[in-house]
């Protein structure tokens, strides 16, 4: 067990006061990782007065933020992310309170259980297809392609909305919230995130704002679309419309769900991105595993159609590759 308030009377400690440049501006991981070989596997740095603990191992990062989450785990208070941009109401940011249980709460009304995550593998199922028939027609585009399925699959669950060909603007969308959620919550792209005092005059207020409006679109746009199929009659289920139909709602309940939409959809469209793209380079750096999971899968599935989900218990190899 660590107590962080005594940290640094056990720890090597990185004094970085006032000279916040030497933070790393890119690839953190691996200076901090460099930092783990010299001070550590807990090491502290302190940047403007506000401590920064990095943990150099999983044991420990799992033991602090899994084992005893209700002690360690929380959401940072990141002032150009979280509060001028809005992303404080997002769960990647929310802090743990009322709210959050909320969030939480009706996710595991729809992911609780092995009935209901069943549910759902029609959709991957279809849009796995879909993905591999657009990697075999155009192998370049294969960043695209794995986009567009992790934001068609995400989207299909959360909001009921189906992605059609071609570029769509809910995933572009997401997209470029994204990657602005990265860029304003970084602290070496904001000197706001380190030196809260500053407050939002030390900011270009094209970019607070134009930032802002993106994430009010990504929340709002999706969440309308199932508002106005539900009174057309011809809402698809959804993780939005479940929570939705027949329901009278206060203001705090709908700002809850359409927010923790918003949050499912943002993640699953860019974390998913992230894994699978890990899986392509581990093919590409291990060709005898690919060939080994290649040769299981067609033993199993013979060559006239594609795997199922049904087809998982007689592939050893396949799941061991997860």
């Not at 940290?7 to 030497?22: E, Q």
Request: net charge neutral; aromatic share 12%.
């Amino acid at each position: 067990m660590f107590h962080l308030t005594y940290l640094d009377a056990f720890l090597g400690t990185v004094a970085l006061y006032w000279n916040f440049f030497d933070m790393p501006t890119e690839k953190e991981w691996l200076t901090f990782a460099q930092w783990g070989e010299k001070y550590g596997k807990l090491s502290s740095v302190t940047v403007f007065g506000q401590p920064l603990i990095i943990v150099n191992s999983v044991s420990i990062a799992k033991d602090m933020l899994d084992k005893n989450s209700a002690i360690y785990s929380d959401r940072p208070l990141i002032p150009m992310g979280g509060e001028l941009c809005g992303w404080k109401n997002a769960l990647a940011l929310l802090p743990y309170g009322d709210r959050f249980r909320n969030y939480r709460r009706f996710a595991r009304q729809l992911f609780g259980n092995a009935i209901t995550m069943k549910s759902f593998h029609p959709v991957e199922e279809a849009e796995t297809h879909r993905f591999l028939k657009q990697l075999l027609s155009r192998p370049a585009e294969f960043s695209e392609h794995i986009r567009k399925t992790a934001g068609a699959i995400i989207l299909r669950i959360s909001h009921g909305y189906q992605v059609g060909e071609g570029t769509d603007p809910f995933v572009t969308l997401a997209e470029r919230a994204m990657n602005q959620f990265a860029l304003s919550t970084s602290n070496s792209a904001f000197l706001v995130n380190l030196v809260p005092f500053l407050g939002p005059r030390s900011l270009v207020p094209n970019n607070r704002k134009r930032m802002a409006s993106t994430l009010n679109e990504m929340v709002d746009l999706p969440y309308n679309f199932v508002k106005q199929q539900i009174a057309a009659g011809s809402a698809e289920p959804s993780y939005v419309s479940k929570l939705l139909e027949g329901q009278t709602l206060s203001a705090e309940q709908e700002f809850e769900i359409k927010w923790s939409s918003a949050s499912l959809y943002a993640g699953g469209a860019d974390t998913t991105v992230s894994a699978i793209y890990s899986f392509f380079k581990a093919l590409a750096l291990y060709p005898e595993v690919q060939t080994r999971a290649q040769e299981e899968i067609d033993s199993v599935v013979g060559n006239d159609r594609l795997p199922s989900f049904e087809d998982r218990a007689y592939a050893t190899d396949h799941r061991a590759m997860k």
